[in-house]
């Protein structure tokens, strides 16, 4: 495995460099602040002559969300080392602190780069409790915030917040739209399958809500789960024709592997939230990967679009392997970042127009159009309804079979 | 055993599970062969017990257990970042070995022909244990050590050695259980977390210092663990701790061990 461990090294590496760098640029800052007291420097939009723009990214590099964390890390370097590492004459520099997997911690490191740090802006969050927890001391701190990862609902619902843009989705996007594509084109009889948790049941309760069919039984493992086969009796006792899931991450591998193994998807199709068929669960499990599974999200690698070519050739290159929609999201993080900068021309001292900036911004991403939902702050995604196949070059990938546009949480 | 002979909280068992199935992975890369792996993960984990024994644990025997669960948790938290800067964060899976990919269906019920396999390569390692720790010379020294260390040391016996042998033979175990269970269960940085606190369990359910409660503890864990969400739906953690506070209340020492 030497690609992903050199990955890995390079975010230890880049966290020295950083450091060393944020002290230059304390000197370069207080230099730049002197001069411009004198009257002397206008910002352009060529060379970097503000003062840098600290981003601080509260993302995990260990525990159990590490490789989402890693692959967020890397999409937006990825971006900011496209952009030059600037923006609106304002060089950029990223903070990384571990977000670990637990509130706590996560508000603790938020605390530390808004106190210690003086960030400019903090990006991040891949658990939903962690970036629920830190949601308030943001709020409170009028701190600029991009959410990368975290999709509990309540983020763009009672807890919405002026100052956090969420750039990933909420649990309900992807599993809305598959309700009625089921009912229509797989099957009327289907059994649930999520994780026990805010996520999971959040996506099942979307699910339902454009499902016309009959839910045949709801099976509910825990987080974390090891032993699915319990839970795979329960499916087969239900008797039903396709099950939808909410899994990710090591519950995807485990019940995939242990269902594989015991032949479940014999005469019951799959259909489910993307997250549990992406590149991380199929590159584990290879041939114990459900080929065939139906799932909706916000973005496939297959997409056929020019800046998701861009993205996964570029990020294939740099780190030596697939991106995944982690990454995506990482990456267009990063690009909301500099587009904002770019957009006020670097003044960010007035808060108000910055929010505003971050709020107008509009691109063409891997994912499709970008923009942001006035009403609840979270992004307007495309959901793509994809099928997972083996590709001869690529093993085992998504490829869009039908595209709903515009999905925007209903904001209550 | 571990706990009951030696006294020694060993938080590490662990990782020693996860570093064995990663030997295993290691193994399985370079030849493909997953017998082998089985074989290569208990010896490997086997000289790493012994060395972590003669260097380490032998100093601090006397030191009670708070200074066993800080060192062992140290270890814990370097074995799993060792493990995550070499493999990095994500989850590996070890291929099914050839010939136990299907299911088999008996009276109607459609068993993992690997699951199967596992039941009966565990029933076996039990039984050998067992046999082991109540026929064997080395099993009888082991129940003697359990019962009076001291009166032990001065029949003339080097508990020393004992010492090395059974902690470098616990982890082994551990590594061995760690390449079984990679084809079923995945192999990545945290699994030894998510093991630790069934085994711990187990052995205080069972009852410390005695195979037969360790055997009769995983059986009643599993069942509590299988049963669970099907009775209980949605308190699957639940019924585990219900059952081990039952059997505390009931007996402190656990169902086979001895009173203190």
């Known amino acids: ?412 | 055993m571990i706990f009951g002979l030696m006294d020694v909280l060993n938080l590490a068992h662990g990782s020693f599970y996860m570093l064995g199935a990663y030997v295993g992975l290691t193994v399985l890369g370079v030849t493909g062969n997953f017998w082998l792996a089985l074989i290569a993960a208990p010896v490997a984990l086997c000289v790493l017990g012994a060395l972590i024994e003669v260097v380490f644990f032998r100093r601090i025997y006397r030191e009670g257990h708070l200074m066993q669960v800080l060192l062992t948790f140290g270890f814990t938290l370097v074995f799993v970042d060792l493990i995550r800067w070499r493999f990095g964060p994500q989850t590996h899976s070890l291929p099914t070995p050839p010939g136990l990919e299907g299911a088999v269906h008996i009276l109607g019920v459609t068993f993992a022909s690997y699951k199967l396999f596992v039941i009966l390569f565990a029933s076996m390692v039990a039984l050998v244990l067992l046999l082991a720790w109540r026929r064997s010379r080395v099993g009888a020294i082991l129940r003697a050590g359990v019962a009076d260390r001291e009166m032990l040391g001065l029949l003339g016996i080097d508990l020393k050695r004992v010492f090395t042998g059974t902690f470098a033979f616990g982890a082994a175990l551990a590594g061995l259980a760690g390449v079984v269970v990679g084809p079923y269960l995945g192999v990545y940085p945290g699994m030894d977390e998510s093991i630790l606190v069934l085994v711990l369990v187990v052995v205080v359910v069972g009852g410390l210092g005695s195979i037969e409660g360790a055997i009769l503890g995983s059986l009643l864990i599993g069942l509590a663990y299988a049963i669970g969400p099907l009775v209980l739906g949605g308190f699957e953690a639940a019924s585990i701790f219900a059952v081990m506070a039952i059997v505390l209340l009931v007996r402190p020492q656990g169902l086979l061990g001895r009173r203190q």
């Not at chain 1, 019940?255 to 015991?262: C, D, G, M, P």
């Open chain 1, 1 to 412: 495995m030497p690609n992903s461990s050199d990955a890995f090294l390079g975010v230890g590496f880049h966290d020295a460099l950083t450091r060393r760098q944020v002290l230059q640029a304390g000197l370069a800052g207080a230099a730049t602040i002197g001069l411009a007291a004198c009257g002397q420097t206008e910002p352009t939009g060529g060379g970097t002559t503000g003062p840098d723009f600290k981003v601080g990214a509260v993302l995990p590099s260990s525990k159990v969300y590490a490789e989402l964390g890693t692959s967020i890390t890397n999409g937006m370097k990825l971006y900011f080392d496209k952009a030059g590492n600037k923006a609106g004459g304002r060089k950029i520099v990223l903070l990384l602190e571990d977000e670990e997997a637990t509130p706590d911690v996560a508000l603790a490191k938020t605390r530390k780069l808004v106190e210690q740090d003086n960030v400019d802006m903090v990006a991040g969050y891949v658990a939903s409790p962690d970036a629920v927890g830190a949601r308030d001391y943001l709020d409170q701190n009028a701190m600029p915030t991009l959410i990368a990862n975290a999709g509990a609902n309540v983020l763009s619902r009672a807890k919405k917040s002026s100052y956090i843009y969420r750039t990933s989705f909420s649990n309900w996007q992807p599993s809305h739209p598959m309700g009625a594509y089921v009912a229509e084109n797989i099957s009327k009889k289907v059994t649930l399958l999520y994780a026990n948790y805010a996520a999971g049941s959040e996506a099942a309760a979307a699910f339902k809500e454009t499902f016309t069919g009959t839910i045949l039984a709801e099976v509910k493992p825990p987080l974390n789960n090891q032993d699915y086969s319990t839970y795979i009796s329960q499916i087969r006792a239900s008797k039903p024709e396709a099950i939808y899931f909410f899994l990710s991450g090591t519950d995807a591998n485990n019940f995939f592997t242990q269902a594989k193994q015991v032949d479940l998807f014999a005469n019951i199709k799959v259909t489910g939230a993307g997250f549990g068929v992406e590149q991380d669960v199929t590159q584990a499990i290879g041939d114990k990967s459900p080929v065939g599974a139906i799932t909706g999200l916000h973005w496939a690698y297959t997409l056929d679009n020019k800046e998701n070519k861009d993205f996964t050739t570029a990020y294939k290159s740099k780190y030596g392997r697939l991106a995944d929609v982690f990454a995506m999201q990482g990456y267009d993080t990063a690009r909301v970042i500099i587009e904002a900068l770019n957009a006020v021309k670097g003044k960010t001292d007035d808060k108000q127009a910055f929010l505003k900036a971050i709020a107008a911004v509009k691109f063409k991403s891997p994912r499709g159009d970008f923009r942001f939902d006035p009403a609840t702050n979270n992004v307007v995604n495309p959901i793509y309804i994809r099928e997972l196949v083996k590709d001869p070059s690529l093993g085992y990938v998504n490829k869009v079979k039908a595209t709903v546009a515009s999905v925007a949480d209903p904001g209550q």
